[in-house]
């Protein structure tokens, strides 16, 4: 079956609709990714006749908005934060290898700002769209609504259980607390911005589990920090931790941009990172090796994330319920 | 008259026309940006009766390729370069305050990756191309040739005096060396990538000259590095700085990345960051102050680029002459 899938053959709409006992432009609808207006049980007859014989619709007919654009919308918060640059970088490789152009849209992680790109983008006939870290909104509900070709990266969808591209934030929480408790940690805190996302409540609550967990009667300490980015946040929230003797001896930074912020509260205080207080980053930013040796991470595969948002964004295109890609993190110790 | 054209009267092609003397399909094309076909002296005629009058021409009939498409293509050579998102983001929030949406397309600083997208963008008819560090390549020579709206960024034109937007990289250079002078310098040296941009060349150029002219008797010595990127290249040119006793006392980075790169190679030799060896770096990338706070640099306002990058393509579509706009470089010292 899977090399049938793999090998497309001519099918064509009619024969899967002969197949399935329903119309042609009910075949086609859900081929194009709006599943609304048939049945489930039709829904799901026919995504199963397409998927066996590897049915992929006519590209021309494959925008269900007039013609093909070629063209696939990125929505990301923050185009400087180096995550999402690397995030844009590999997704626009991938595009590019399948024939699709990318257009970069920056949310700055406000509802109402992507709410106008969601807008503008799909009145110029994008093909799809890749949400980086999504935030609610009510153009993303409509989207949804109306079954657009999304996938939805770092964030889940707001609005149940769509196509997902990202790490086990969770478990990568949980994995940097088994390296703390492994540096001989005890005395942990974990900091955190004020506005709480999913992704990093996921690292936080992973790694206080974790770390409570195997560590009888150690609590961590939680302290969040505001500001605009990451790095402020970190500051912030790192300023709160009180004196030098106050410190925790080691501290969960559920970003790397967090950690950047947490060391230079460190330098303030004469707080030696990383003798004195031990970090650890989510992200694995590749400036760690050059300026920041202090620094262990686990890293989240965003140059690999490209080639699997393609696959599921085609997967989505053709009505397929591609469910969640969760790919490896792991961790990249600081030179010792 | 400045003030006649900031507020633009409710002049037609038809008034120009009749006003110069020609049809008026040539006030038309000279308006849209396509003056190959008049003579010198009917363009800066009519160019200079559009200025006065301030007339912008009508939306709907402005791109040369039919229609309003209001896309502007950015091509960048790397995304993951912290200067090209800073640009990136800025031109970016411009446009969209202009009414435009930014297309941006990594050209991996390759010639035919930069033919492949202004192809595509052209077909998909942008109405207007931003092109960061462009390279010589033969779709820009023609576009340059039927005179399409394009703005240069960074690098200048390597087709002759086109719109650009930077600063004087020359004078970078001069004052990184009068900084290094005034902290005490006497053996400088200057580390570059093997492939010199222009941009590059400038920014070094202007350092030695100035470093030698100011200080009798000094030589900078100069050292080049292979890599992908800046970093690499710092690191291998500094690599190549010689024992730890042969380090220069001072070292002109032209790009913060390539500092970073010296810094590691420096830590690797036991060379002290900035005690033994003072490096500056030129872009001021914000994340100097949060984890590289041994690094002054010469910071370039990519964060005013998006403004005069939006003006100059507005000017460039209306068939005006915008020159260069240079815009003002500081020295940003470390935290002392």
Redesign the interface.
Known sequence: MNDRRREPQNVSLADIAAKAGVSVSTVSRIANGALRRASPATVEKVQRLIAEFGYSPNPVGRSLRGGE?R?IAMLAP???N?AM??I??ST??ALRDAGY??????THDEPDLQDEYLR??RS?FVEGFVLVSAVASRELEAAVGRADPIVFVNRRSPYGGLAFVGIDNRQAGADAADHLIACGARRPAAVHPEDLSLTIRDRVEGFIERFEARTPGARVRRFSGAGKNH?DAG?SAASALGGKEDWPDAVLCPSDLMA??L??AA?ERGVRIPDDCIPIGIDGN??N?????WLSSVSVPYSDFGARIVDCLKGVKTGLDVGEVLLEHRLVLKPS
Do not use: Q, T
């Open positions: 654009s063209l923050n185009l400087d180096p640059a690397a844009a970088a626009e490789a152009v990318m257009i970069l849209c920056d503008a983008m110029r790095l500051y950047y912020g060391y230079k330098s590749a400036l090796a050059w300026i920041a040796p």
